[in-house]
Structures are given as C-alpha cells and as structure tokens.
C-alpha cells in the first residue's frame, strides 16, 4: 500500500499514525508487522513523542543546526542538506502489529520528515504476518 | 517478549547483548529474525562495539556534542535533547537468527541507548521465522 | 548470502545496489524481504541518491564535519569517529521485493558506508517471504 501526502513547509515532521493505523487495519494483517518505507532521497520517517508538538520543532531546530545550510557542497539542485538529513534520520521504520493495532509505547507517534518541500510525498506501508 | 531494564545515569549506552541472546533461545525460533523496539521516545538501540566499553563512551560524548544542552527549546520538559538523539539513533534494530542465535559481527554488542535517565525503561523483543 | 568488498578510502560511500539486487535474484525470493546487515562497527549502510555523485560527497563531507577526528576520545584505536557514525548512519537496512526486485526510489541506490578504511568489508543480505 501507498500512503500520499502533501508537506507545507521546506523542513517538516508531518505526524502520520492516524494514517498509518487505518492501512494497518485495511491490510488484514492481525499479528505481524508493518514495514514503512519512504522512496525519496530528501526524506524520511522516524518515530518520536507525538503529545506535544513543540518536540517535532525541536528536533528540527537541532537538525537544521547541525547540517547546515551553506556549506561548500558539490551537488547542484541546493538540496544537500535534505540529503543528510535522509541519511541520519533513515528511510525506514518496523513495527509490529498485535490486534490489528500497531505496538507503540504510550508517548509514541509515526512523523514524516519532510527535509526539501514542499511538496508531494509517499511512503510505502507494507505489512506483513 | 519484554526485556525491562533500570538505567543509572542521564546518558547512558548498555550493553544487553546477552539479555537478548537469552529471550532469543527462549523464543524458540531457531532461524529467522529478532526485531527490537524500543517503545520510549528519549530512549534508542543501537549496534555497535562491545569489546572495549570506551567507545560507547565515545559515542555518547559526541553525541552529547551534537545535540546542545542548551538551545531555544520549546518542549517545557527540559528533555529535547534526548528527543533529538532518539530520532538520530533510532528505536529499533533486526537482526538474524541462526540456530538460535543472533547473527552478529565479531565485535558487535547490542546497546540500549538511555538519553534521560536514570529510568526504568523497555525493549520490546520479537522473534519470527 | 553474503557480500564481500574492498573499499578504497577512510571515509567512502559505495553504491553497491546493482550486487545486492543481483543476490536478490538468486536468492529466488520472488516477493518479500531483504534485509542488509552489516556486521562491523566502524561501517554501516544506507539509502539515498544514486544518480549523482556528488550527494555522497557532500554527506560524507557533512559526518566528517559533524563528528570531529580529533576529540578528547578514550578509545586507543584512534577510530572513534567511525564508530560513531556507525550508529548515527546505522547498520541495517529492510527492503520489499516485488517480482525479484527490490522496491526502491527512482532516484534510491543502496551504499554501504566505510568510515575506517579501506578494509575488506562484508555485508549479510538475507531475503525472506
């Protein structure tokens, strides 16, 4: 299954555990696991505290400090920076799926990390028993 | 499975390579693969060098480097640096099984990274073939 | 299966997706799984863009940057940083398969991550349904 979705801003974490949930419950799997895969180079999903939202700003704010935004890079679209934030923050997510709900700890949220939008994203949700 | 654990200090790397090597045996899958999940979201696990227990302090001083103490934090808790490491570090690990043991590198130990201790804190351990 | 290379450099990203996809192939999992795994702990593995070069220059530039070589490490090997970045960059990384080939990106190559070379490195490639 595909999840699309629209990113608003140029370095984003887009909570998407709702989203995720539902296809988990679409796809049938009762006792398994869920494989989420972003195919783009300049994002990437994590998981993190989902309560209060000033976290997601935070761990942006770090982010961006520390990858900066001028630096002498080589590659010339002007997205390096998207690039290694890919790398460090991973392209790919696994959890496990009991009742047909995924297993998350009490403070836990699925984000997509949008790191050179804005624009149309997918991650790929494959789960499987 | 749930392998619970009591950290001692505020950042910490502990190596519960032979905790999770038990739970593998008693899970009796003999081939197949051990997912790691770490249901916390100040909290991570990573692979990385057992042998000499200075490079897990390496690792965390650099760590502690990277993400400041001290930024224009928004989360009131106080604890966003730990938040940032959890994304960089990651919350889960797989890792093969082969005759009822984890398939791992000569020098690799399995660490469960405590970014906000002293706690008691989780690691969900699953087994499937 | 089991992927041996010979990497050339202290610090390198080798595009090694045309190998594994090869392995894929002859692994004879037509839809499912692959899971790589490296076992060192001064390497790690990672996705992001294959068709210009120049992206893996400028991450590499950016964890050259981001963990210093010369810190106040404890570890006499003198190899800290390749450990950290080993965690940072991580050791692991899971795959669909569709129809023998691995679900990827149009713009996603999978490179194995040296950081203390250059080595003769291996990298675990297991597939499953």
New interface residues.
């Given amino acids: 299954m595909v999840h699309t979705l629209r990113t608003q801003s140029k370095t984003e974490l887009i909570d998407i555990t709702s989203d995720i949930q539902q296809l988990v419950k679409s796809s049938g799997v009762k006792d398994g696991?869920c494989?989420l895969?972003?195919?783009?180079?300049t994002a990437a999903v994590?998981?993190?505290?989902s309560a209060?939202p000033?976290?997601r700003?935070?761990?942006l704010?770090?982010?961006n400090?520390?990858?900066?935004w001028k630096?002498?890079?080589?590659?010339?679209?002007g997205n390096?920076?998207a690039?290694?934030k890919?790398?460090?923050?991973?392209?790919?997510?696994?959890?496990?799926i009991e009742n047909s709900r995924l297993?998350?700890?009490?403070?836990?949220g699925i984000f997509f990390g949008e790191f050179d939008g804005p624009r149309t994203r997918k991650i790929?949700v494959?789960c499987?028993a």
Avoid: C, K
């Fill in positions: 696991y494989m895969y972003v195919p783009h180079t994590t998981i993190n505290e209060d000033s976290v700003e935070d761990i704010m770090i982010l400090q520390m990858v900066p630096a002498p890079y080589r590659h010339l679209e390096s920076p690039h290694v890919s790398t460090l923050v991973g392209a790919s997510e696994l959890i496990a297993v998350m700890g009490t403070w836990q790929h494959n499987f």
